[in-house]
Structure formats: structure tokens, C-alpha cells
């Protein structure tokens, strides 16, 4: 006798019938009924699937550096497969790689950490998942300036904790005045994304002062995500929290990849940097859920992080002349489209409906792809009815064309 035989509930769900099952609960969990999947991924797969279907179609959504992983990151990752460095690794990651990581922070923002503050993560996502997961109790709140980028939200959403929208002025820069109305008892931490995405905002450094010593003098945590630190344009400055002094370093959690700055998007390899006990518990969180991020990858991260950085400086040269050419290009069709300090993200105003309505973004972006075969992110995933981000991560041909294909969109 088959187990599905004796247990009727097995019997009917083995065969597909939709009989009442034996236990109460619908086929998936209340958390992930509630989790609402990546948009910008939804939207490249709507581009992707529309180009099966035979249509050229220019995809503006991820950002993704069209430059290829460079050689000598390549090439270490073959000695270390070569080596056979193949093996499980310490969960929390390599030390040699988590002294790069260290000699980066020294180098780059004037911030010392030891091994002991980093744990290298599956990508900059993981990262700042366990970063959520480590702080937060149900009914904490955690604010997110808005626009964001829709990963924050739905993240502190998944561990039980509140995601509290604080909306941003027009320049979209975060200040430390934009907060106090949405401090309360709950608050555990604030996110701050500078340069941001989606809208390249880059903080002032003196708002970063601001905002950091308003979360010291209010015992929460400044979730300092610098994935696009490297990509900044014109007079714009980066500045890391934690290289603020001591207490910055102990109230700030710095989040990294190395996926945008040395095109590596697809080898997932991203590290945080905490104090001690956070670290530890984010290192037994992973030994328990993923255990150690790809082996090779993580040698590949070293040569990136280690090694010359003037490939970093021809892309981000590249990043700016498109910028340059592109933004011209938007407002030369007439569109409304600040200046973008930092990322590579143009963030554009959606043209007014006819009879001057606001602009809906879902339905403009709707409209790009399925008529201009232009694939864009609007502005609803990130909290934002008015706009749409078009990634300007793409050659320069593919920026040309996507000019000649919004003229008939333009207002
Ligand atoms: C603001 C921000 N943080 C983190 C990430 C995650 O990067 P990773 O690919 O390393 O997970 C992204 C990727 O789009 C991002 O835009």
C-alpha cells in the first residue's frame, strides 16, 4: 500500500483534485502571499517576452553595466577553480576576501574595519536582507525615503517589520529635517541609498552629518546602502556614515557589491559591515540558510577589490559621456528630467495626460513598451506615480535609438 492510499488527504492532492485537505492552510504562506516580486525584474521579463515573440525591443529596466566582467577578475576566478578553491568556504566568507573588504573601506572612505565587521554576502541583496533580519522585531519601523528602490520596502515588509515612507523634496536628497516627523519609539533604522536608485540623488555630505547624528542621538541604525558609490558625476561627493567617528561607525551598517562597480552583476558577491555582534549573528544566519557565497566568485571579488581599479575609472568615463548625451537628448525631445548627480538611472518626468492630469506612470510605460518596443520601469515601483526610470547602462547605439523611439512620446 502506497502512503497516498492510506491517507485520503495525500490520495487527493496526488491526483490534483481540489477535495478538503486535511489541514487548514492555502498552498502558500501568509508571508509569501503578501511578498510582491522584484518590478523592475517583472519588467525586463515582459521585454524579454515580447522579443520571443519576434519584436526588437530596447530594454532600459535593470540596472546592469553593459560592460563585460574584466579580464583579470576573470582570470582569477579560473586559477581559483584552477586551485581548487571549490569548496564550502567559512559561511560568512573568505579572510583574504573580508581583508579586501577591509583595505577597500581604508582606501575608499576613509573608514577602518577589521574581518571581524564584514561578512560577504550572496549579492548586495542578501546583504541587506540579513541586515533587515538582524534588526528587526515584528512592529519595528524602519524609514525609506521615498523614491525607492522597491527591494528596501518589501524586505523590511517580509521580517514583520513596517517600511515608513518619508517623502523626499523635489531635488530627491534626503535631510536629517525630513525625518523628525517619522521618528517614533518603533523606529530601529533609517535607509539611506546615495547615490540613489532610482533617482541618482547624491545626499549632500552635510545632510549625511545631519541625518547620521540625528540616528546617533536617537539610538537607531543608519542602513547605508553604497552600491553605486563609484558612479558619481560633475561636483558630486560621496561620503560614507560611518567614517563620521566612532559612534557613526557603531550605529551605521554599510552595505556593498561589487555587482555595479566592476560589472559583476551575475557572480553575486556583495558584504555588509556592522559591528562585531551583528556580524556574528548575520554569519550564523547564513551557516544556517545559504552557508557561504560561491567560492570562485569570492576569489574573483578579491582581484576586483584588490586589484588596479582604471578599468572602474573607463566605465564610469563611459557612464558620464552617455549620461551626458542621453539627459541632453531627453530634454532636447522636451522632457523633464533633473540632472542625475550619481548611478546611471535617468528619471523622467511622465508627461502630463491630455487635459493636464497627472501623468500615470504604469499606463506611459505600458504605452513604451508595447508601441515603442521600449522597455522602462515606471515610477509606481518605486513609490512614484509621476515618473519612469529608463536605465542608461546600455551602449551608446542602443541610447541613440531609445531616443528616436520616446520622440513620439515626447509632451
Ligand atoms: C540600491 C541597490 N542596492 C542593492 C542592489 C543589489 O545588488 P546585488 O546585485 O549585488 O544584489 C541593487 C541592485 O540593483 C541596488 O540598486
Known amino acids: ?52 515573440q519576434g519584436a526588437n525591443v530596447l530594454d532600459l529596466t535593470l540596472g546592469e553595466p553593459d560592460f563585460d566582467t574584466f579580464p583579470h577578475v576573470k582570470a582569477a576566478a579560473e586559477k581559483a577553480i584552477r586551485d581548487g578553491k571549490t569548496k564550502y568556504t567559512p559561511a560568512g566568507g573568505v579572510p583574504e576576501l573580508k581583508q579586501a573588504v577591509c583595505d577597500k573601506f581604508s582606501r575608499e572612505n576613509n573608514v577602518e574595519y577589521r574581518p571581524e565587521e564584514i561578512v560577504v554576502c550572496v549579492g548586495g541583496k542578501q546583504a541587506l536582507y540579513n541586515v533587515m533580519l538582524a534588526l528587526c522585531d515584528p512592529g519595528d519601523e524602519v524609514l525609506v525615503p521615498v523614491p525607492t528602490w522597491p527591494t528596501f520596502a518589501e524586505q523590511i515588509a517580509f521580517v514583520g517589520a513596517v517600511p515608513v515612507h518619508v517623502p523626499l523634496a523635489p ?9 523628525e516627523g517619522h521618528l517614533t519609539p518603533r ?51 560621496h561620503l560614507t556614515p560611518a567614517a563620521l567617528g566612532p559612534q557613526a561607525k557603531a550605529w551605521t551598517i554599510e552595505v556593498n557589491t561589487v555587482s555595479k562597480t566592476y560589472a559583476m552583476t551575475g557572480w553575486r558577491i556583495g558584504y555588509l559591515a556592522a559591528r562585531p555582534e551583528i556580524v556574528s549573528a548575520v554569519d550564523g544566519l547564513m551557516s544556517q540558510t545559504t552557508s557561504n557565497a560561491c567560492s570562485i566568485a569570492q576569489w574573483a571579488a578579491i582581484a576586483a577589490l584588490s586589484g588596479p581599479q582604471d578599468s572602474v575609472r573607463e566605465m564610469v568615463g563611459a557612464f558620464a559621456q552617455r549620461r551626458q548625451r542621453f539627459i541632453d537628448g531627453l530634454h532636447a525631445l522636451g522632457f523633464d528630467c533633473a540632472w542625475p548627480d550619481g548611478a546611471f538611472y535617468a528619471y523622467v518626468r511622465v508627461p502630463q495626460a491630455e487635459g493636464g492630469g497627472a501623468g500615470d506612470s504604469t499606463a506611459f510605460a505600458t504605452r513604451l513598451m508595447e508601441e515603442g518596443h521600449m522597455a522602462t520601469v515606471p515610477g509606481s515601483a518605486f513609490f512614484d506615480e509621476g515618473s519612469l526610470r529608463i536605465s542608461y547602462a546600455a551602449s551608446q547605439a542602443v541610447l541613440d535609438e531609445a531616443l528616436e523611439r520616446l520622440r513620439p512620446f515626447a509632451p
Open 171 to 179: 531635488d530627491h536628497r534626503l535631510r536629517a529635517s525630513d525625518l
Open 187 to 237: 523606529t530601529r533604522a533609517v535607509i539611506l541609498n546615495s547615490p540613489s536608485n532610482p533617482t541618482g540623488a547624491v545626499m549632500r555630505p552635510e545632510d549625511v552629518r545631519r541625518v547620521t547624528e540625528l540616528a546617533i542621538s536617537r539610538g537607531i541604525y543608519v542602513v547605508s546602502d553604497e552600491t553605486y558609490e563609484h558612479f558619481l558625476y560633475g561636483e558630486a561627493q
Open 1 to 52: 500500500m502506497t502512503p497516498s492510499m492510506a491517507n485520503p488527504a495525500l490520495a487527493s492532492a496526488s491526483t490534483g483534485a481540489t477535495g478538503t485537505l486535511a489541514t487548514p492552510h492555502a498552498v502558500l504562506s501568509r508571508r509569501l502571499q503578501g511578498l510582491a516580486p522584484s518590478p523592475t525584474i517583472s519588467w525586463s521579463a515582459r521585454a524579454k517576452a515580447l522579443a520571443r
